[in-house]
């Protein structure tokens, strides 16, 4: 597996960690335009 393709599976694991805790998805947009 490429780093590419790591990056975007633990971006993926992070979005759905995130959303297991409880974050709104306007929380997730937020965090990802910083």
């Not at 597996?1 to 709104?24: D, F, S, V």
């Amino acid at each position: 597996m490429n780093q590419e393709q790591t990056n975007i599976t633990t971006g993926k694991q992070i979005r759905h960690l995130r959303t297991q805790l409880g974050m709104t998805q306007e929380e997730l947009a937020g965090e990802l335009n910083v």
